[in-house]
């Protein structure tokens, strides 16, 4: 059966070879991290913790699933265990602000360790993962008071948080939300409303649960601008409370779902529920997306982080399971037949698989460095503000569709015995295919995207990333030149196709949601192509091992030729145009 074994030399290759960490911690502030010892140290730990505690827990976690009775909620065994383990040892404070009790470290780190966590046990890390979310937007936006009150057990992990936007009418369109808050004289706000899908919104793995909820106040405007954000606790009087709840918060359903089975999603009834407004009136929007948008970076690393535990279990059965002889002749002639390893196909579906980890990964921790510097101050001119805003739904679509079709390939290469639950790859598929919806689907990330990151700011910022790529490709051994010359000509295409595009949506703007998906796929191939293109060279003038460089290059050869081809066909579909989407029998012409 699959065990999860952290990579933890490529983890160190793209962030002390390809990410220079230690000199960008020092170079924004994060002083106490330019430590190469101790990066090292946290990343073996996390590897300790994942690969012995919560991946052993994943598929019997799956088998079990939750249970709910009178509103509350039993994880499977040994979570809960688990879970006080991780709070101990000091996970959950990692990269949280340290005048609340937190490490302070960088939240790069952080990604590193939720890979990890994701990886082994993609139910698990959701009950810790929706945390971090709920502090960033409260450390943004709360009052002094909510901070002080609240960020101090978030942050430790005594208490965990969600985060309450879907109804049952709406899900990502929040402008027809339901719920109420009405002002109280003491300054709180009754909330009242039910919300779904709701992860991690009842359990016992934490004494307390700090919801985070969208609501209206009674004089609202209607539409997204008239939206607010409240923290409404589970249990308000903690020192005294003996029941489950007190403040009217119950659960009165966990769905049934196709995946992530170990992680309790949940309908939330709220009445007359006490809350505290966070943010300014109206303004819950903009406060909730500080939170969405470290949800949907931990969303692009969950996407990438299953596909490598995909990686790992089909390649362990490729190289033990055997059928049928090698067409050039038996590899293993003393056995009945030689390993699956052995036929190009199967090579074709690992090589698929590992090409997209490790791009993704590189991509996945640049992009956390801009998050890094954004949290220190050292955005003076919001550059890397706007590539970050860029970059993350890339991440977070492109990782998450590559995530669900490495899980199918190691379906694939399991063959019939991939599709029988013992051998756990099954369930990769069904953990894996969540990641595309939540946190904003693919279109509307994809919308976002071109919409609002490329469009908007008429493709400022797209071209700033497209010439950095370009630059760093000219500057590659000469062995690599040749993909380095492919990169640089798909660049100016790059160029073209953004303009084309543009060009088509001032006449129609439907042409936006027409061509958004396969223009973000693009520019995801793209982007990854220049991380392992960049890996590989960096790898020729390091230290590791001779194997490990040469499988650099090997991962690049294999991708410039057989995955980043696939843009064609994305280039295509960006310009048909949206006439050939309409459709007399759906009732759209």
């Not at 659960?251 to 196709?258: F, L, N, V």
């Not at 050039?328 to 037949?337: D, H, Y």
């Not at 503000?385 to 079709?405: N, S, V, W, Y």
Request: with cysteine.
């Amino acid at each position: 059966m699959p065990k999860y074994i952290a990579p933890v030399e490529d983890m160190q290759f793209i962030l002390h070879d390809c990410l220079n960490i230690t000199d960008h911690y020092q170079n924004i502030g994060y002083e106490d991290a330019a430590d190469t010892s101790l990066v090292n140290a946290i990343i073996e730990e996390a590897a300790k913790f994942s690969s012995e505690v919560i991946s052993p827990l994943n598929y019997p976690g799956d088998l079990e699933g939750c249970r709910l009775e009178n509103g509350q909620v039993t994880t499977p065994k040994g979570f809960k265990e688990a879970y006080q383990q991780y709070c101990e040892a000091g996970w959950s404070s990692l990269a949280c602000p340290a005048e609340f009790e937190g490490q302070g470290l960088p939240h790069s780190l952080s990604v590193v360790t939720e890979e990890m966590n994701s990886s082994a046990n993609t139910s698990w890390s959701m009950y810790p993962g929706l945390t971090h979310g709920s502090i960033s937007a409260l450390h943004h936006h709360g009052s002094d008071d909510l901070k002080n009150t609240y960020l101090p057990k978030l942050i430790s992990g005594e208490w965990t948080g969600t985060m309450c936007l879907t109804e049952a009418h709406c899900g990502s369109d929040l402008g027809m939300l339901k719920s109420k808050a009405i002002p109280q004289e003491d300054g709180s706000y009754s909330i009242t409303g039910t919300k779904i899908f709701i992860s991690a919104g009842e359990h016992d793995m934490s004494s307390n649960i700090i919801h985070l909820v969208l609501a209206r106040l009674p004089d609202a405007p209607e539409g997204s601008g008239g939206i607010s954000l409240f923290l409404v606790p589970k249990i308000l009087d903690t020192a005294n409370s003996t029941i489950h709840t007190d403040n009217n918060v119950v659960c009165s359903a966990i769905e049934h779902k196709m995946g992530i089975k170990a992680s309790a999603t949940c309908v939330v009834n709220f009445e007359d529920s006490k809350g505290y407004l966070i943010g300014e009136a109206n303004k819950g929007l903009a406060c909730m997306f500080t939170m969405m948008n470290v949800a949907r970076l931990a969303t692009s690393v969950q996407g990438y982080a299953l596909a490598e535990l995909s990686l790992q279990a089909s390649l362990d059965y490729a190289k033990d399971r055997i059928q049928m002889r090698a067409l050039s002749g038996p590899k293993a002639p003393e056995k009945a037949a030689d390993p699956i390893i052995v036929h190009p196909d199967v090579r074709r579906m690992l090589f698929t698989q590992k090409a997209f980890v490790e791009g993704s990964r590189g991509l996945a921790y640049y992009v956390a460095t801009l998050v890094d510097k954004v949290h220190a101050g050292k955005d003076e001119d919001g550059q890397h503000d706007k590539r970050l805003g860029l970059l993350t739904p890339i991440c977070k679509t492109f990782m998450t569709e590559i995530g669900f079709e490495s899980t199918n390939h190691a379906v694939q290469t399991y063959g019939g015995h991939g599709f029988i639950c013992e051998s756990e790859v099954e369930q990769q598929v069904r953990d894996a295919r969540i990641a595309m919806i939540y946190e904003g689907t693919s279109g509307i990330q994809a919308l976002d995207f071109l919409g609002r990151k490329v469009l908007r700011d008429k493709g400022e910022t797209l071209v700033s990333w497209i010439g950095e790529i370009k630059s760093l490709a000219g500057q590659v051994d000469d062995s690599l030149k040749p993909a380095a010359t492919q990169l640089a000509g798909r660049c100016d295409e790059w160029l073209q196709l953004t303009q084309q595009v543009a060009g088509n949506a001032m006449k129609n703007p439907d042409e936006i949601g027409a061509a958004a998906f396969d223009f973000l796929m693009y520019s995801g191939y793209l982007s990854v192509a220049h991380v392992l293109l960049q890996q590989a060279n960096t790898a020729l003038t390091s230290e590791r091992s001779k194997d490990f460089i040469q499988a650099k290059q090997e991962t690049v050869r294999f991708y410039f030729s057989r995955m980043l081809p696939r843009i064609d066909t994305h280039k295509q579909l960006a310009i048909a145009g949206e006439d050939t989407l309409g459709c007399v029998e759906f009732g759209w012409e």
